[in-house]
C-alpha cells in the first residue's frame, strides 16, 4: 500500500469513528428524552390516582422514582401548567392543561356531541345516571355522563380505563368481537381478581357476550362498584361500525326487573337515534 493510499484510509477510518461517536452521542441524547418523557408521564397518571394534594414523597413512590428525579420533573411539568403545587404545603395537584387536553379529546370524538343530548333525554325520563363510554386497544374508557337527581346514585369515573371483560359496558364491546379475538384478548387478559377465577366465570363472560348478540344489551353488577348494577348497549355509526357503549348505572336497593325492561327499552332507542343523528 502507497504512503498516500495508508493516509487516505487512516483519515476515513478516523472520519468513520468520529461519526460513530457523534451518532453514539445523539442516540444517547435520544434515549435519555424518551426517559424523560416516560417518567413524566408516570408523574402525571400518579397524580391522577389521588382526589387531594399529594405529597413529593407520595407521588415519587406512586410513581417508581427517587423524589430527586420526581422533584425535577414535576418542576417543569409545573411551568408548563400540567401540575400545580401548593405553595403552602408543597404537595401537588394535576393542573388546567391535562383539562384543556381532555376537552379537546372529546370535542374529537364525533359520538360525543351526538349523544350528549339523548343521554339528558333518558336521564330525565329514568332518572338514573347514564354513561357513554369508547373503546380504547384492550380497555373501556368512560369519557362522559349525566347524573340524576336521585339522592343516591350510582358513581362512574371518568377517564378510567377498565379492562373489556369487567362490566356490562365493557362486554357489549366484547359481543362485538370475534370469537377468535375474545380467546386472543384472554389470553393476553386472564382473569385473575376477586370472582374471576374458574369456568363459572368464563361461563358466565361467554353467557353475557351470547346475550349481548342476541338481544343487544347486557345487564350484570358493576365490577368496581358492587353496590350498583348496570344496563349496557353498544351505539353503531351509520355504516354499522360499533363506536361507543351507552349503560345506566343503578343503585342495587332500585333495580328490579321492571327497572331493567324500562332501561334496556329506552338504551336501544336512544342508541338508534344517535345513529341516525351521526348521518347528519
Request: proline fraction near 5%; hydrophobic fraction near 40%.
Amino acid at each position: 500500500m502507497t504512503r498516500t493510499k495508508a493516509k487516505r484510509k487512516s483519515s476515513a477510518l478516523k472520519v468513520g469513528a468520529q461519526i460513530r461517536q457523534r451518532t453514539a452521542k445523539i442516540g444517547s441524547r435520544e434515549i435519555g428524552k424518551i426517559a424523560v418523557l416516560d417518567r413524566a408521564a408516570a408523574l402525571l397518571v400518579a397524580l391522577s390516582h389521588f382526589t387531594r394534594p399529594a405529597t413529593l414523597n407520595e407521588v415519587a413512590q406512586k410513581a417508581s422514582l427517587s423524589k430527586a428525579t420526581a422533584f425535577r420533573i414535576l418542576s417543569t411539568l409545573a411551568e408548563q401548567g400540567f401540575v400545580a403545587q401548593d405553595a403552602s404545603t408543597s404537595s401537588y395537584r394535576l393542573g388546567i392543561a391535562p383539562l384543556h387536553m381532555a376537552m379537546a379529546v372529546l370535542d374529537g370524538i364525533d359520538v360525543h356531541a351526538k349523544a350528549r343530548p339523548v343521554m339528558r333525554a333518558i336521564t330525565e325520563m329514568l332518572n338514573e345516571t347514564v354513561v357513554l363510554s369508547v373503546r380504547d386497544g384492550d380497555y373501556r374508557v368512560n369519557i362522559d355522563a349525566v347524573e340524576c337527581t336521585n339522592a343516591i346514585s350510582s358513581s362512574r369515573r371518568i377517564g378510567e380505563p377498565r379492562p373489556l371483560r369487567s362490566g356490562a359496558a365493557s362486554r357489549v364491546f366484547m359481543a362485538v368481537m370475534s370469537d377468535d379475538e375474545i380467546e386472543a384478548y384472554l389470553k393476553r387478559h386472564r382473569p385473575t381478581g376477586k370472582g374471576e377465577v374458574g369456568p363459572a366465570y368464563l361461563d358466565n363472560l361467554w353467557k353475557d357476550i351470547r346475550k349481548a348478540r342476541r338481544t343487544g344489551l347486557v345487564s350484570m353488577p358493576a365490577d368496581f362498584s358492587p353496590e350498583s348494577l348496570a344496563v349496557a348497549t353498544i351505539v353503531y355509526d351509520p355504516a354499522g361500525a360499533p363506536v361507543a357503549a351507552l349503560h345506566v348505572a343503578i343503585p342495587r336497593g332500585r333495580f328490579s326487573p321492571r327497572v331493567e325492561s324500562r332501561c334496556g327499552q329506552a338504551l336501544l332507542r336512544a342508541t338508534a337515534e344517535i345513529t341516525r343523528e351521526l348521518k347528519s
